[in-house]
């Protein structure tokens, strides 16, 4: 990918001239588009920008062939949202039926705040927050509609319904053959005077449905970003719609106060919200309110903080499917914790296959089946590949950091 065009295609969603952003994209030629595609596609980043710049009238700054496959990547969205947002419909319709308590989570409960127009959004699964005396009935109810459970972990079931399929990049935003859905089952006690208990209804298109309240969606969004920054890879997206969220709360002081306070109660979540807000910041531009920022950006200290002025940048461009830098995060948030380097261990250099979809069990179409068959095989010799050379870069890496953590703490 060209770095450089990807920070310009960043630069759009904090500058507002359009002459000085077209002067910015000039350089760039149809061949720096097409090396940065996959990236724009797979970050989340491409469909936003072209509304961000059909708003600013720049769209001109693309080569015409990637205009017109944007836009045609736009309206399989389109679709693609319109059908998702009908199983969103028949889900909730299902789980008040059984009389489930429960909350949406992400996705639709995104618009407006986060994310004004969901066509843009790139979006495959429903996210359902669940007290766990209701788990059952919530079992129930979506595998009545076609879905089984195909995994848990920790407190996360996963549910599918409908045929494996192989995803492509051609096939990135039309209607999937396969549904998903993911239901986080949260302790009996949270339920009470927990997020539950401060739900609010929220409606789009008509339809009313349960969702956090404002300060936990923006909390919720914050942790999301935290959570996976400890991982090989965080969609730059998110960070994008974390920083719109910021935004649309504008200077309302009750709802900061509100949220300082949330933190306040709950401290250990300020270095996470902190950097959170620390790399949305640097990569979008949003200024975060004074005493948000005071109580969680200002407990992002010493190696935290050099983490984040080091690595930042692989973080918002790393090309999918990331990197093993995380890790050097991890050891800095787990220092000290006896099963931190045996843990280590296993993810920089696992010992097993990774887990792959299996081919459709009832289906006489062959070429189905052979597609699905090939990406098992794409697949697995894709993460042999990162495992190696993403594990050499973390070698190398990893020496350079603890210098850089020696001459810090000297």
Same mark, same amino acid.
């Given at each position: 990918?060209?770095?450089?065009?990807?920070?310009?295609?960043?630069?759009?969603?904090?500058?507002?001239?359009?002459?000085?952003?077209?002067?910015?994209?000039?350089?760039?030629?149809?061949?720096?588009?097409?090396?940065?595609?996959?990236?724009?596609?797979?970050?989340?980043?491409?469909?936003?920008?072209?509304?961000?710049?059909?708003?600013?009238?720049?769209?001109?700054?693309?080569?015409?062939?990637? $205009?017109?496959?944007?836009?045609?990547?736009?309206?399989?969205?389109?679709?693609?949202?319109?059908?998702?947002?009908?199983?969103?419909?028949?889900?909730?319709?299902?789980?008040?039926?059984?009389?489930?308590?429960? $909350?949406?989570?992400?996705?639709?409960?995104?618009?407006?705040?986060?994310?004004?127009?969901?066509?843009?959004?790139?979006?495959?699964?429903?996210?359902? $927050?669940?007290?766990?005396?209701?788990?059952?009935?919530?079992?129930?109810?979506?595998?009545?509609?076609?879905?089984?459970?195909?995994?848990?972990?920790?407190?996360?079931?996963?549910?599918?319904?409908?045929?494996?399929?192989?995803?492509?990049?051609?096939?990135?935003?039309?209607?999937?053959?396969?549904?998903?859905?993911?239901?986080?089952?949260?302790?009996?006690?949270?339920?009470?005077?927990?997020?539950? !208990?401060?739900?609010?209804?929220?409606?789009?298109?008509?339809?009313?449905?349960?969702?956090?309240?404002?300060?936990?969606?923006?909390?919720?969004?914050?942790?999301?970003?935290?959570?996976?920054?400890?991982?090989?890879?965080?969609?730059?997206?998110?960070?994008?719609?974390?920083?719109?969220?910021?935004? !649309?709360?504008?200077?309302?002081?009750?709802?900061?106060?509100?949220?300082?306070?949330?933190?306040?109660?709950?401290?250990?979540?300020?270095?996470?919200?902190?950097?959170?807000?620390?790399?949305?910041?640097?990569?979008?531009?949003?200024?975060?309110?004074?005493?948000? %920022?005071?109580?969680?950006?200002?407990?992002?200290?010493?190696?935290?903080?050099?983490?984040?002025?080091?690595?930042?940048?692989?973080?918002?461009?790393?090309?999918?499917?990331? !990197?093993?830098?995380?890790?050097?995060?991890?050891?800095?948030?787990?220092?000290?914790?006896?099963?931190?380097?045996?843990?280590?261990?296993?993810? $920089?250099?696992?010992?097993?296959?990774?887990?792959?979809?299996?081919?459709?069990? %009832?289906?006489?179409?062959?070429?189905?089946?052979?597609?699905?068959?090939?990406? %098992?095989?794409?697949?697995?010799?894709?993460?042999?590949?990162?495992?190696?050379?993403?594990?050499?870069?973390?070698?190398?890496?990893?020496?350079?950091?603890?210098?850089?953590?020696?001459?810090?703490?000297?």
């Amino acid at each position: 990918m060209n770095r450089r065009l990807a920070a310009t295609v960043l630069a759009a969603f904090r500058q507002q001239h359009a002459d000085g952003l077209r002067a910015q994209f000039a350089p760039f030629e149809e061949r720096d588009w097409l090396r940065t595609a996959e990236w724009l596609h797979t970050s989340g980043m491409a469909l936003y920008f072209l509304g961000r710049a059909k708003t600013l009238g720049i769209e001109d700054v693309m080569p015409v062939r990637m $205009l017109r496959g944007l836009e045609q990547n736009h309206a399989e969205n389109r679709v693609r949202s319109e059908d998702l947002f009908r199983e969103f419909v028949t889900i909730n319709a299902a789980l008040q039926r059984a009389g489930v308590t429960y $909350l949406n989570l992400k996705g639709f409960t995104l618009t407006p705040r986060a994310c004004p127009d969901p066509t843009y959004r790139y979006q495959h699964d429903l996210d359902f $927050l669940v007290c766990r005396r209701n788990a059952e009935q919530c079992r129930q109810a979506v595998e009545r509609h076609g879905y089984r459970l195909t995994a848990v972990s920790g407190h996360t079931w996963e549910f599918r319904a409908g045929n494996a399929e192989a995803p492509t990049m051609r096939d990135l935003y039309k209607v999937r053959l396969q549904r998903s859905l993911e239901v986080h089952v949260i302790p009996e006690g949270e339920g009470q005077g927990g997020r539950l !208990s401060r739900m609010q209804l929220q409606v789009w298109n008509g339809f009313e449905f349960p969702a956090l309240s404002d300060c936990d969606a923006l909390l919720a969004q914050a942790q999301h970003l935290f959570k996976h920054f400890q991982t090989e890879w965080t969609r730059t997206a998110w960070m994008l719609e974390y920083a719109t969220a910021i935004r !649309s709360h504008g200077t309302d002081e009750d709802f900061w106060r509100e949220t300082v306070a949330a933190i306040e109660a709950a401290p250990e979540r300020k270095v996470g919200i902190g950097l959170a807000n620390l790399i949305t910041r640097r990569a979008f531009g949003v200024e975060v309110p004074a005493g948000f %920022r005071a109580c969680t950006v200002d407990a992002v200290r010493g190696p935290l903080r050099l983490w984040v002025d080091r690595y930042q940048d692989e973080v918002v461009f790393t090309e999918h499917p990331g !990197s093993k830098l995380y890790l050097l995060l991890r050891d800095v948030l787990l220092q000290g914790q006896p099963d931190w380097k045996d843990e280590r261990r296993r993810k $920089l250099f696992p010992s097993r296959l990774p887990p792959v979809t299996m081919p459709p069990a %009832r289906t006489e179409d062959v070429w189905l089946r052979a597609r699905t068959a090939w990406a %098992r095989f794409c697949f697995v010799g894709s993460r042999l590949r990162f495992h190696v050379t993403e594990g050499l870069h973390y070698k190398v890496e990893a020496a350079r950091w603890r210098r850089m953590v020696a001459d810090l703490r000297a």
